[in-house]
């Protein structure tokens, strides 16, 4: 079993791969954060080992990374979510038609359980919730 100074570092990494693929920059991540710019690439680098923020840093990075991210950080099962407050209803909306429909396919006769949901439709269906654009950041 792996220690839980390992799993952080891994989500790290994790958090870092996502933050490339969703094309989000990271300078502006270190200044939402407020720490400087290779503070923050030394929590995320590109590669090598992370350094694990301190506790007190979790408010800065809850202001800059989107809350899906930061919920990599946490057990499983576990998520930051964000106050609602200034939600945009049309982008909820939408994050909910987009859920309603997933739903909508996984329960298709020919979907791959049939009625029932299978594995993976559970997954994807789980990250759309995730997802969910309430108060989204970054």
């Not at 049309?90 to 739903?103: H, P």
């Not at 909508?104 to 029932?116: F, I, K, T, V």
């Not at 299978?118 to 269906?125: G, I």
Request: with cysteine.
């Amino acid at each position: 079993m792996q220690d839980d100074n390992t799993i952080a570092r891994e989500a790290l990494s994790a958090i870092r791969l996502e933050l490339d693929a969703r094309r989000i920059p990271l300078k502006v991540c270190a200044s939402k954060a407020g720490v400087s710019y290779s503070t923050f690439l030394s929590w995320f680098p590109a590669g090598g080992t992370p350094q694990i923020p301190s506790l007190a840093a979790l408010p800065g990075l809850a202001r800059a990374l989107p809350g899906d991210l930061l919920s990599l950080l946490i057990p499983d099962g576990f998520h930051f979510v964000p106050d609602p407050q200034g939600l945009d209803y049309d982008e909820f909306a939408a994050g909910c038609r987009a859920f309603l429909d997933a739903k909508d396919r996984a329960h298709h006769p020919d979907s791959p359980a049939g009625r029932e949901l299978s594995d993976c439709e559970r997954q994807a269906l789980d990250a759309k919730v995730v997802m969910l654009p309430v108060g989204r950041v970054a």
